[in-house]
């Protein structure tokens, strides 16, 4: 095969595509310059440790990068997460942010953000209840809030 055409009857090459996805040896995805995604690493039970995005324009700091790191118990239960944000080509701007997952509980900077239940979760800022809607697979296709409103819809 030497070339794609979509739907829109665009066509590519496919040696363009090489520059697009990369795997590493396990063939797990490395990067994604479609999805923005310049790295990501993996821990010894192959569950991502690392990420980092490429670039984004913003008129404040000009080009920011966003980063994060994952921490996992022994039996491969995330229990952090650390994001934190560059400019690039400069010293990085001191955004950090954690999320701690304790069970059902996500806090997110040591404030208690997310309490979970089969079939959902509660906000603990404010205690309003959604629900997941899944699909045969158990995919969550919908999230509603307690009268049934659609708040987020997936559509894979």
Known sequence: ???VT?????????????TILGYDAAG??????NQGV??????????????QSGHQENEVFNVLRYNASYGYSS?????RRKRWTYRENSIPISIEHFTDYVGSLVFEDNQLKTVLFEGGYVDATDGSRHFY???HQ???RAVT?????????NDY
Do not use: C, H, W
């Open 6 to 18: 979509d739907i829109n009857r665009q066509v590519a090459n496919l040696e363009s595509f090489q």
């Open 38 to 51: 310049k790295s990501i690493r993996y821990n010894l039970l192959g569950l991502p440790s690392y990420y």
């Open 145 to 153: 809030d307690a009268t049934g409103a659609v708040e987020q819809a």
């Open 28 to 33: 797990r995805l490395s990067y994604d310059n």
């Open 75 to 79: 039996d491969g239960v995330k229990l």
């Open 138 to 140: 158990g995919k969550i």
């Open 133 to 135: 809607i899944t699909d």
């Open 1 to 3: 095969m030497e070339q």
